[in-house]
C-alpha cells in the first residue's frame, strides 16, 4: 500500500485566516484509492521550508501531495521549492502555454510575464489539467521513483484535477488497491447513546467493515467502512451490515450518502401528491430554505410564512387573537393553529408549523429559552409535539427546523415517532 | 520571536473524515500572542508517529502545540507519544484526579480505570485546567527548555483552555511581543477587482499593517493586519489605514469583525423605527433565515411570506394574477408587486422581495437560470434592481438573499448603490 504526505501551502494558513478543506478532501480521496496518508502538513508561502517539508516527507513516504502556491504572484513558490527539493530545474510546457494564449487572445487581454510563468513546469513532469483555471498542476518523479504532485489551492480548480487526473494517475501506477467505500445512514429521532445501546456488538466487533457514530445538531450519522481491492467487493460487504443496521434503527434511517430530512421528506410529500404549506416563528424561514435547497421543491412546496411577530400569526395565518392571548405564542395550540392557518391559506394539504423561545432573551420560568413546539396538520389528523432544545439562539433555530421536517418525515412514514432533540 | 508548530491528533483527519478546525484557531491565537507558527501537522493516533512528530517539530521550533488524543479510549495516544519524546512518564496529578472522582460522584456514576489514566500527566508538567471536561491539559517541558503543550481535540474544551491557560502562559514565559491584531472591512456592492482597483496603492505598499482582499458569495473582506508589542499600538496603527480605506470604499463597507449585513439593516430600520417585512420566491426563507439570525430582530422584523408557488404569490401577497400572467413570475412587475404586497399584509412600513430563477431547471433564454429581480418598498418610493447572478442554485440563492440586504442596506444607508454580483 503506497504512503502519501499532504501538504497544503499557505500563509494564510499558519495565520489561521483560512481553513484547510483541501487537505480533508484530497485524504478522503486518497484512502478510497487505497492510499495511506500517513500525516498532512501546512507550510507557509516560503520556498526554503516548502521544500523542506516535501524533502521531509519524502523520507517517510512514497509520494506527496500538494495544494497551493501555483498562482501567478511572487508568493506563489509550490514549483520552485519542488525544483529545489527535486534538484531539477523548470521548462515551458509548450502545449499548456499555447492553451493560455488562445485563452488570454479569447478574453482580449494582454497573457503578463507572471502568467507566462505558470506554463512552466518541473522538467520530466507529467502535466495534471487544470479545465477551470490557469495554473496546470504537475507529477513530479524523483530519481527514486518517489513523487510529488501539486495542484492549485483552488478548491473548484483542485478538486476535478485530483478527481479526473491525479486518481486515476495512482490507481495506474499502484494497480487496484484495497481503498476505503464508506456508507453513511443519516439516522433522526434517536440520540448517539440510543443508537450506541441499539448497534452496541455490532460496533465493538466490527474491524472490517468498520462502523462510526457521529452526532450533528439534530440527527446522526452512522457510517461503514469497508476496505477491498475493489469497490464492487467494498460494497458486497457493506450490504449485509447495512441492513442489519436498519433493521437495528427501523423507522429513523431516513437516507443515506447526504441525503437530507427536506429531501426525503418532499420525496414522500411527492408520492402520495401532497403539496405542503410552513408556518415559521422561532425558526425564522430555516424550515423553508431547507425545503427549497432541494431542487425541484417547487411541485410539492407551496410556500410559507414567516410569522415573526403575534399581529403577522393573526393577520397572514388566521390564529385567533384570543388563542395568543391565553396559551401565548409558545404553545401547542398556537403552533396547531398556525399549521391549520398556513394548510388553509396556502389551499395545501398538509402543513407544518414551529414556535418556541429562540433567544438569548424572552425566556420565562413557565417557557425558557430552547422551548419549541412545532405541529404537522395532514388529511389525517393533526401532531403536535414539544422540545427543550438546548444551545445558544442559533443552535435552537437549527435544531427546531430540523426536528419539524423530522417529525414530518416521520408522519409521512406513517409510523409512531416523535423527533428527540439530540 | 518564538517559533511553534501545531499537530492535531487523530486518523479520522487523515482519512478526510473530519476537518480540522482546531489548528487555525490555535494559530490565529498564537499569531495574536505574537508567537510564529512555523507549520501545523496532522497524525492519526499512533504513539510511534505522534512521538516522531513532536521529534522533528521540537527540531524545527521552540515548541510544540497538539490537540486531541488525551481522551479515555486506547486510541488516545498524545500524552504516551509526548512521555517517549521527552523521556520522561506519566503520573497521577492528585489535585486532578480529586476533582474528576468528586465529580464522578456527583452524577452517581463509577469512575473507571480509563478515566482515572485521564490524571495522569507527564512528570512536572504544567497542568491546563479543563473547566469543560474531564481530560486535563499539559505543558511538558524538556530539558533544553522545549516545550509540548497538549489540549483536547473537542472544540468547546480547547478553546477556553487555550485562551484562558495556555495563551496566558506563553505571554508570561514569553513576555509582551509583537502579536498580529487584524481588523476585518465587510465590502457589499463592489466585487474584487474594483476594490483592488480602488486600493491598489494602498495594498502594494502596506507592509505593516498590511492589507489583504478575500472574495465571498456576495461580498468582500478587506483585512489590515498590524503587528505591534501590544493591542493598543496596533490599533493606533491600524486607525488612519481603516479611515483611508473607508473613505475609498465610501458607501460600500457596511460593517467590520463579524458582522452581518442583516445585522446592520435592522440596526439601520431600528433607528428609524421602521418595520420591515420580505416576500420571497427564489430565496426561499433565506432572507428571513438571516435577518431572525439577529438577536432582538422581533423589533424591527415583521415576518415574511415565502410565495413558492404563483398562487401563494396572489393569495397571500395580492399579487395581482394578470401581472403575473403578463410578465411572469420573475419580472420587475412581480418584484414590486411582492414587496408592496408583504409591506401591506404585514402592516409594515418597509417590504423587501426576491424572485428569480434558482435552477437548475426552470430557465429560459429570455429569463436564464441566476436571473433575479429584487425590489424594495419604503415610505421614500420603490426601487427595483436585476441580478444576472452565477452558480448553482445554493450560490443563486444564497446571493440572491445577500445582495437583497445589499439593497435594503444600501436604500437605508440613503445613497444611490445598487448590489453588484461579486
Same mark, same amino acid.
Given at each position: 500500500?503506497? @504512503? ?94 499555447? @492553451? ?8 482580449? @487581454? ?35 521513483? =518517489? ?54 456488538? *455490532? ?6 467493515? =468498520? ?54 421528506? *418532499? ?23 431547507? *425545503? ?20 403577522? =400569526?393573526?393577520? *397572514? ?49 413557565? =417557557? ?46 406513517? @409510523? ?7
Amino acid at each position: 500500500m503506497p @504512503r502519501v504526505e499532504i501538504i497544503a501551502v499557505g500563509t494564510e494558513l499558519l495565520l489561521g485566516q483560512l481553513v484547510d478543506t483541501n487537505s480533508p478532501f484530497i485524504a478522503s480521496r486518497l484512502a478510497q484509492a487505497g492510499v495511506d496518508v500517513y500525516a498532512t502538513h501546512a507550510v507557509g508561502d516560503n520556498r526554503a521550508r516548502i521544500a523542506a517539508a516535501i524533502d521531509a516527507s519524502l523520507s517517510r513516504a512514497d509520494g506527496v501531495v500538494t495544494s497551493g502556491g501555483l498562482g501567478p504572484t511572487v508568493d506563489d513558490l509550490t514549483k520552485e521549492a519542488v525544483c529545489d527539493a527535486l534538484e531539477v530545474r523548470c521548462v515551458p510546457h509548450a502545449p499548456t502555454l499555447a @492553451r493560455m494564449e488562445a485563452f488570454f487572445a479569447s478574453i482580449g @487581454r494582454p497573457m503578463r510575464e507572471n502568467n507566462r510563468k505558470q506554463a512552466d513546469i518541473p522538467v520530466g513532469s507529467v502535466v495534471l489539467e487544470n479545465a477551470r483555471g490557469t495554473a496546470p498542476g504537475f507529477i513530479a518523479v524523483r530519481a527514486d521513483g =518517489k513523487f510529488v504532485a501539486c495542484m492549485p489551492g483552488v478548491p473548484h480548480e483542485m478538486r476535478p484535477m485530483l478527481d479526473e487526473h491525479l486518481i486515476p494517475y495512482l490507481r495506474q501506477r499502484y494497480g487496484s488497491l484495497p481503498g476505503v467505500v464508506t456508507r453513511v445512514l443519516h439516522v433522526t429521532g434517536l440520540g448517539e447513546s440510543e443508537i450506541d445501546h441499539r448497534i452496541d456488538d *455490532l460496533f465493538r466487533s466490527a474491524e472490517n467493515p =468498520k462502523i462510526a457514530i457521529l452526532a450533528h445538531a439534530g440527527s446522526c450519522d452512522v457510517k461503514i467502512m469497508a476496505k477491498a481491492p475493489a469497490r464492487e467487493q467494498a460494497d458486497a460487504m457493506i450490504a449485509p451490515l447495512e441492513e442489519e443496521l436498519r433493521a437495528r434503527l427501523r423507522g429513523h434511517v431516513f437516507g443515506a450518502d447526504g441525503e437530507t430530512l427536506a429531501e426525503r421528506a *418532499l420525496a414522500l410529500l411527492r408520492e402520495r401528491g401532497w403539496r405542503l404549506a410552513t408556518a415559521e416563528s422561532c425558526t425564522g424561514g430555516r424550515i423553508a430554505a431547507a *425545503l427549497t435547497a432541494v431542487a425541484g421543491a417547487s411541485d410539492v412546496f407551496a410556500g410559507g410564512v414567516v410569522a415573526y411577530e403575534n399581529a403577522a =400569526k393573526s393577520a *397572514l395565518l388566521g390564529v385567533d387573537r384570543a388563542t395568543l392571548a391565553a396559551h401565548g405564542a409558545v404553545s401547542e395550540e398556537a403552533a396547531r393553529a398556525m399549521a391549520r392557518g398556513a394548510r388553509e391559506r396556502f389551499s395545501a394539504v398538509a402543513a407544518l408549523a414551529a414556535t418556541g423561545v429562540a433567544g438569548p432573551s424572552g425566556g420565562s420560568d413557565e =417557557k425558557p429559552v430552547g422551548l419549541v413546539w412545532l405541529a404537522v396538520v395532514t388529511p389525517r389528523g393533526e401532531r403536535s409535539v414539544r422540545l427543550q432544545l438546548p444551545g445558544g439562539r442559533e443552535e435552537v433555530q437549527a435544531r427546531a427546523a430540523q426536528a419539524s421536517l423530522s417529525l414530518l418525515w416521520g408522519i409521512m412514514q406513517d @409510523r409512531e415517532a416523535s423527533p428527540q432533540p439530540s
